[in-house]
């Protein structure tokens, strides 16, 4: 099995990649691939240029083995829609299975997602949960958990999708929201994120004063 990290990674931060780490290690999943998004369908437009982006992916994660990164987004025009990038990943590697991670806050929002009944078809969604953050407990949302989660993780490993499993990780309150605002403030972002990506934010001028959005 292999895990897929989407996001804008606008920039990315610890709190993008220990949690990913924990599940990979929980899960004992061959890799943790980070797909940034193109055009997100969600959100404003990132700050920083897609080069720029995959830049401070590919520092972040140089010398980690257990993660890699895809460009497939950038590749396609149109909104970065999850269930296009996972149809395209299920036509490459047919039976493997994948786990699409998604944190608890961004999956109670599920029920926006593009044709979001369909995801399952393509993956498995492992849920990183933390306390505090407790899921739907009724809704369209909370029946679609109802069908498809199972409370053990050698569930997942007999199947190519089509599950929904819970993961504890570690609560990691840090944001690319946060950590602009703090750069545009003129104070520092240290230990929010790795230091190379730091570097890298540092060398090219980015989220100074003046030039964040929302």
């Known amino acids: ?111 926006s997602w593009h ?8 993956a498995h969604i492992v849920v990183m949960t933390r306390p505090g953050a407790p899921p739907p407990a009724e809704g369209e949302l909370a029946d679609f958990i109802a069908l498809h989660r199972v409370t053990e993780a050698d569930a997942l490993k007999g199947r190519a999708s089509g599950l929904i499993f819970y993961q504890p990780v570690s609560q990691l309150d840090i944001s690319g929201t946060r950590i602009r605002k703090l750069l545009a403030s003129g104070q520092r972002a240290d230990y929010l994120l790795p230091a190379p990506v730091l570097e890298f934010i540092r060398s090219e001028g980015l989220y100074a004063a003046g030039t964040q959005h929302d």
């Open 115 to 122: 044709r979001w009944r369909e995801i399952t078809d393509f």
């Open 1 to 111: 099995m292999i895990g897929i990290l989407g996001g804008t990674f606008d920039p990315v931060h610890y709190g993008h990649l220990r949690p990913a780490l924990e599940v990979q290690q929980a899960l004992g999943l061959a890799e943790i691939r980070c797909i940034p998004s193109h055009v997100p369908p969600h959100r404003s437009q990132p700050e920083a240029t897609p080069q720029q982006r995959l830049a401070m992916l590919q520092a972040a994660v140089a010398d980690d083995a257990a993660f890699t990164i895809d460009t497939r987004e950038f590749e396609r025009e149109g909104p970065s829609y999850t269930l296009d990038t996972l149809g395209s990943l299920r036509e490459e590697m047919g039976a493997t299975g994948l786990c699409l991670l998604v944190g608890m806050d961004a999956f109670r929002g599920f029920t």
